[in-house]
């Protein structure tokens, strides 16, 4: 299985797949962290930033294996 | 969505008036006019760069877009601002140049370091432009100078020549085209606050009197807060468009800084109400209501002469009236109550003598004044500002993280323009710190992209400057008009800015989508940047910044409780008194900006009437304190000292107690023990100071020093009042539920 994500294209400008992955995984990671402020879920983490950091990774990472084709 | 706004400013008028009509009507909208000025400016500013043959027109266009305001003086004074920041950074690169040619790492501290000095002196004056520019401006000179910056001569005179012509351009559209002279503003404001301190003054009085007032009191309050702050600004822009304004400078400057005092006055005169409350104030302070109607009088004779015309009254004599005999059968604590508000009053009198003398003098209806009545700012001593000095290390944690980033990370984008970048976010920030970082990225991205498709899809098919001048005309004018409301002008400079800055016009024009994209990157580094530096190496959370400024607060406060009576001391204890006084003095104000950035209910925060309580409460315990250390200055009656100075001693140190532990814990104190304590301080304070005036002490003792022991009586009961208060507000906030980490 090829887990290598291939270029993304709009209007004829190629996009790396990785730049498509880490916007899309930073605003999920945003979306998280207001909803677990919301909820006041973020107290039981020790220091939120690294934490919505780890977030944005993670999502990056999904996105770019799963979402994005190959 | 601009035409949309267009259309509405356009059918928003009442459905009988004609079109014509309309279209006047939006002719005559300052927006309208403003986004024209603008967008003229900024093509004329192109024109005249690209026809001398000048490298980079676009410093020219970011001079237009960024030091154009409202008004003449105004956009003047932002001007010579901008170009004399330049001409600091300029000489501040060159000379670090010169100083460190072969040494990196020393070049890169110091350059920093004169960063980080930038945003510690952005909360200096209202002239803080002036740093934003030399701190942001030196790195894009330093980084445009080339690797070697064999060519940083020629570009700091270059940056100089741009900016100069951007701001003349500017400001001679501005003075032919509509113009709005700044005096107009500062007269509307300067009667504003002057209206609302009259209000002010009649709702306080009203309820003195036990009358009815329907006036808003808070948001009185908070407007009249707000226009003091704005009106140094004000004054700046307007003594460099009117000659009357710059004649009269140093009188304008007095009168800002007697309604600054009046204000203070009124504060501290309200705050003393509750204290009052029991008393028969009609019997006892007949005057009463003749004074505050010669306080509302006086200062609507000062609103009048403000708009132009001469006043009708001077300032009257208003005897104060003391019932002598109510006043002897009074207890010792409500007499010192009524003598500390009576303070207060004259206080209040003479400031409002002090401000129509000075507005007589400016508008010529009166002789000449030498002085006002506030102290002068100046006359305090020079004090490092804690909260200023987090906004250097931030500014200089920020600019090393991307510097990091550029050295060690191989093709990291735009390394010349991210530095810059970061360094004029962060120092800009320095001025407004709890501002959410995340709330940059929309306007910065907003902006690259309509630039974006304005550089690859309207600029590619013009052939000649008329064609371009045109479109830029028109795109400056819509993002004017869109961003005209006064709330939007930090988004309006960053839109117009990566408008001029994606467009990159030159004689040789180019276009590649390569440096829009690299462009948003930069961006998003910058703001990334500037958002980790507000989480380490300290941190800008509003949960963690509130319960540090609490702290500083009432620990200086229980400093200046504990500081010896009488002379200061030596330098040391001179300069930590200065410090704690400037930290009791600044803290609520800096607090009422923190404690509204607290997350909201829905957010998972705590109630915003709770939070605007506890900040209420904070201005009185820093007024009290205040208060109490310009009352212990006084002269006493040595035989009345001799008999109260062990009771006085215990008092204060019960204050300091109570200080401390509300500043290890802002919930440990618990508020009905305390009103307890403290009731049970009065009675035998009360039984103690009757028995001394009953004693041979009285005699001793003249009334000036009779009435100096009852201002200290008073001080002692209002910080002890406000102290109490100021636990009761604190009790009732979640505080686990404030210092809950959050993202």
Known sequence: ?70 | MTTQRLMQAISAKPAHTSPVDQLVALYRSEAFRQSVRVALAMVLAYAISLAMGWEKPHWAGLAVALCSLGSVGGSINKGLLRILGTALAGAVAIALLILFPQDRWTYLVVATLFVGYSAYMMGHSSRWYLWSIAGYVMALLALAGGPDGATTFETVVLRIQQTAMGVVVYSLVATLLWPRPAIEPLMQRVRGLVDVQRRLIAHDAAILMHTRSDVDAPALRMQATRGTAQLPADIDAAELDSFEVWETRRQWRRCVADLGALNEALERWRHGFPELGQLDLERLTPHLATLAAELDARLAEVSRMLGGEAPRRGPQEVAARLDEEALAAMTPFDRAALVCSQDQLHRIERLTRALFNTVADIRGFGEPTRQGHAERRSAAPWTLDPDRLTAAVRAFVAVWLVLLACIYIPSFPMPAGVIPVTAALVIQLAIVPQLSTGLLVAPALGGIVVAGVFSIFVMPPLSSFLGLGVAIFIAVFLLCYLFSKPSQDLARSLVLAQFVMIILVSNEQTYDFLYIANTAQMWLFGIGAVWISGWFPISFQPQQVVFKQLHRFLRSADRLMGAARGAPGHWPQRMALAFHKHELTTLPGKLDRWLAALPAVADGGVPREQVQALADSLHALSGRVRELLEVRGAAQSPAIVRELIADMRAWRLGIQEVLVALAADPDGVEAGRLRGRLDAKLQAMEARTENTLDGAARDDASTEELDNMYRMLGAYRGVSEALVSFASQARAIDWPRVREARF
Do not use: C, H
């Not at chain 1, 299985?1 to 996009?15: H, K, Q």
């Not at chain 1, 939120?48 to 990056?60: M, W």
């Open chain 1, 1 to 70: 299985m090829n887990f290598i994500p291939s270029e993304f294209a709009i209007g004829d400008v190629y996009f790396p797949p990785l730049l498509i992955a880490a916007v899309l995984g930073v605003i999920l990671a945003w979306l998280t962290a207001k909803q677990l402020n919301r909820y006041r879920l973020s107290r039981f983490f020790f220091y939120p930033p690294l934490v919505l950091l780890a977030f944005a990774v993670i999502y990056t990472v999904l996105i770019g294996t799963f979402v994005i084709p190959s």
